[in-house]
């Protein structure tokens, strides 16, 4: 059983570049979402989703855009990659449900560089 | 922001010793969850909580939901060496939303 799974693990970008990473999970988790981890600050949510073809914003979403075609798929889109875009991506996933919604299973992690 | 407050920032301790962190918030929480970071993976669940007042124990961990909703803590008992790595407590505002707001986390080190 794969989980969530994200690629690429690591990635180095120049500033202005624009990338996708992926995510996907073979739970059939209804809720997804798209952190952000930086030292001394914790997880920040970016974006997140209840469901196909609804996507909502979190904390701090600026310079990120997601779409949500189907239940197993989440990818997260840097349009114009900036230094402060440097840092650790996870997707997370999750059943609806008050018992349920906020155990979130994380993928490994995704390292961005922008140089 | 920020909007959990979460302590000691790091703690070094002695194999077989007990640790206790605490999460703090100004803001009322219908959930908190405390998770585990291990060096180059992501977080994983440890214990979730759902009721302002609720204990519960996995193992040799012990959280609590503060009866305000706008604490929890969680203490580990008799440390050692694999308990190393990151903590986070995290807290849903509202139920059913799969939304986390999360603590800086506590970096534990055991020394054997």
């Known amino acids: 059983n794969a989980g969530v799974t994200q690629t690429p693990k690591f990635q180095v970008l120049k500033t202005g570049q624009s990338m996708t990473l992926q995510c996907a999970q073979d739970?059939?988790?209804?809720?997804m979402s798209w952190y952000r981890q930086d030292p001394g600050m914790g997880l920040r949510l970016i974006h997140y989703?209840?469901?196909?073809?609804?996507?909502d914003q979190g904390e701090v979403p600026n310079g990120y855009n997601v779409s949500r075609s189907t239940t197993e798929d989440f990818p997260l889109r840097l349009l114009s990659a900036a230094p402060s875009q440097t840092s650790v991506y996870f997707c997370?996933?999750?059943?609806?449900?008050?018992?349920?919604?906020?155990?979130?299973?994380f993928g490994e992690g995704s390292r961005l560089t922008v140089l | 922001g920020q909007q959990l407050n979460q302590s000691p920032q790091s703690m070094f301790i002695q194999e077989g010793e007990d640790v206790s962190m605490n999460c703090t918030s100004s803001s009322i929480f219908n959930t908190w969850l405390w998770y585990k970071q291990d060096p180059g993976e992501g977080p994983v669940l440890l214990i979730a909580?759902?009721?302002?007042?609720e204990l519960t124990s996995n193992g040799r961990l012990t959280a609590q939901f503060g009866i305000t909703r706008k604490d929890s803590f969680l203490n580990i008992s008799a440390s050692i060496p694999s308990d190393v790595g990151i903590y986070f407590c995290?807290?849903?505002?509202?139920?059913?939303?799969?939304?986390?707001?999360f603590g800086q986390g506590t970096t534990l080190q055991v020394k054997p």
């Open positions: 997370a996933s999750s059943y609806p449900g008050t018992g349920g919604s906020g155990e979130l299973f």
């Open positions: 989703s209840v469901g196909a073809g609804i996507t």
């Open positions: 739970m059939n988790h209804e809720y």
């Open positions: 995290a807290g849903q505002k509202v139920s059913n939303t799969g939304k986390l707001i």
């Open positions: 909580l759902y009721k302002a007042g």
